[in-house]
């Protein structure tokens, strides 16, 4: 017996009687469904020479994003190392030992969670932890019928903290890399996601410490944290996303929930886990 | 306002009066939840001189098992290479490329799923692909009321096939390494899991080429594959697991649901996906 399909589609995805619906690759070759992500948003992490872009996202912890855009605006990165990669889990990166934060403060407050208000953009398929999941922006996120939260899905940055709920620094941060740890969520404030060049984070060496932290001063890999505008125009890479909010997004979550579209694949689930729906991103032509 | 806690508690795990629910740690430290991993079902794939165990489960493909079982026998895979590392999705190895089959067939049968029969050790939260979701032995798994599969969660191994169902050859296997690909499941056949070491595959350098394959001969790094039942008992290494079926996985499964028990958690969500259920795997005394 084959699983009944899910037969609620996304409303703005449903084909009419002459198209049919669309696969994955058709919603990725129309160039009208790209928008450029503005350089004011990305961060660029170079990781022993290698460019990681990250993109800030100040709805998610405003007052977490603002301490982290200080931080960088002094150089407070430069000079940082990864200091922690766990299998399965996360890579942790930090402001370099010697940082004076002048003025700064010490921590910025929890924002694990905000009132609803109008929500999120929702797709209709179930969730193992929230009533609803889609995105806020480009980012994952879940509500019920007060909050919403962003998750922790692949890809997703957030600011390292203590016991504390308000002891996160700015200072340190981390990238979710395996499986979601979607157990994190409402537990530590998410600040934004990392867009391009995860596999230079991915695939370094894990730490053999507990928590895959690096035990020894050798192992821990040198950083630069730059705001992409302050970075010459000629050494900047210029990014294409899909909105999270277009038709054409819809269009691409309900190709990967029917994947029997797609050739290759027999069967379709006709559902998809919201970690399970990569956010396209590109490289400009 | 926090979600309500799912009340329907695994009964094996429910407290008693005067026992506090059990959190992540005292499952893990109670000695009498593990037993040994038998060396029979075990299988060392050595990468670059790094070893990786991967454990055979003959109950989730048997003809498949079997060819490859075969093929081990064979040497099939001494000298073969890892060919493909796709962020985020697979890493796939193969035989050797000169490898004569002498009388063994090409391929195997499709063994996506299998007739229900008893079913599956379910857990009692949702799941975005199937009905019920849970464990088969030591495989993740899922069922609805018909049939039960295999399902693709970190670490499971399959069998790499063609556009045909039944075009696996045995001789290429894939190991899931992100964010589970469910979509595969049913698509697909599924023989084991690698249980130890799983960093010694995901953190080798990534594929340029399409899906993440290797484009020249000189980065496929080498591997040897074998039973670990062919490995002088010097060079073997002792494993233990939790059974998925013991009243000890039950509480693993209800505390890693439940993670404020833990400390650092402020927030438990009551629920937990299947695929981040650890199976837990430790090296014996």
């Given at each position: 017996m084959l699983l009944p399909f899910v037969t609620a589609l996304l409303a703005s995805a449903a084909p009419t009687a002459t198209q049919p619906p669309a696969g994955s690759a058709s919603v990725l070759e129309a160039?009208?469904?790209?928008?450029?992500?503005?350089?004011?948003t990305l961060v660029y992490l170079d990781v022993a020479g290698k460019r990681v872009v990250m993109q800030l996202l100040p709805d998610?912890?405003?007052?977490?994003?603002?301490?982290?855009?200080k931080l960088l605006d002094d150089g407070a990165f430069d000079g940082g190392t990864i200091n922690r990669v766990q299998e399965n889990y996360v890579v942790q990166w930090g402001e370099k030992p010697d940082h004076d934060r002048g003025d700064l403060p010490d921590t910025a407050p929890a924002e694990f969670d905000h009132e609803r208000g109008s929500g999120i953009t929702t797709i209709p398929f179930g969730d193992s932890y929230a009533p609803q999941v889609g995105f806020h922006g480009q980012a994952y996120a879940a509500q019920d019928g007060e909050r919403w939260w962003p998750i922790h899905c692949y890809g997703m940055v957030g600011a390292g903290?203590?016991?504390a709920?308000?002891?996160a620094t700015g200072g340190e941060l981390y990238v979710v890399t395996g499986q979601a740890p979607r157990h994190l969520d409402r537990?530590?404030?998410?600040?934004?996601?990392?867009?391009?060049?995860?596999?230079?984070?991915?695939?370094?060496?894990?730490?053999t410490g507990a928590l895959g932290f690096y035990e020894t001063d050798k192992e821990k890999v040198p950083i630069t944290m730059r705001a992409a505008t302050s970075v010459p125009l000629a050494d900047r890479i210029e990014l294409e996303t899909i909105p999270t909010g277009s038709s054409a997004f819809a269009?691409?979550?309900?190709a990967r929930a029917n994947r029997a579209r797609d050739g290759w694949f027999?069967?379709?689930?006709?559902?998809?886990?919201i970690c399970n729906v990569p956010i396209p991103v590109r490289e400009a032509d």
């Amino acid at each position: 017996m084959l699983l009944p399909f899910v037969t609620a589609l996304l409303a703005s995805a449903a084909p009419t009687a002459t198209q049919p619906p669309a696969g994955s690759a058709s919603v990725l070759e129309a160039d009208e469904n790209w928008i450029a992500v503005p350089d004011e948003t990305l961060v660029y992490l170079d990781v022993a020479g290698k460019r990681v872009v990250m993109q800030l996202l100040p709805d998610l912890a405003p007052q977490n994003v603002d301490l982290i855009s200080k931080l960088l605006d002094d150089g407070a990165f430069d000079g940082g190392t990864i200091n922690r990669v766990q299998e399965n889990y996360v890579v942790q990166w930090g402001e370099k030992p010697d940082h004076d934060r002048g003025d700064l403060p010490d921590t910025a407050p929890a924002e694990f969670d905000h009132e609803r208000g109008s929500g999120i953009t929702t797709i209709p398929f179930g969730d193992s932890y929230a009533p609803q999941v889609g995105f806020h922006g480009q980012a994952y996120a879940a509500q019920d019928g007060e909050r919403w939260w962003p998750i922790h899905c692949y890809g997703m940055v957030g600011a390292g903290r203590d016991m504390a709920a308000d002891s996160a620094t700015g200072g340190e941060l981390y990238v979710v890399t395996g499986q979601a740890p979607r157990h994190l969520d409402r537990n530590i404030t998410l600040v934004g996601r990392v867009i391009w060049g995860m596999e230079n984070l991915t695939s370094l060496p894990r730490g053999t410490g507990a928590l895959g932290f690096y035990e020894t001063d050798k192992e821990k890999v040198p950083i630069t944290m730059r705001a992409a505008t302050s970075v010459p125009l000629a050494d900047r890479i210029e990014l294409e996303t899909i909105p999270t909010g277009s038709s054409a997004f819809a269009q691409w979550v309900d190709a990967r929930a029917n994947r029997a579209r797609d050739g290759w694949f027999l069967y379709s689930h006709g559902a998809i886990d919201i970690c399970n729906v990569p956010i396209p991103v590109r490289e400009a032509d």
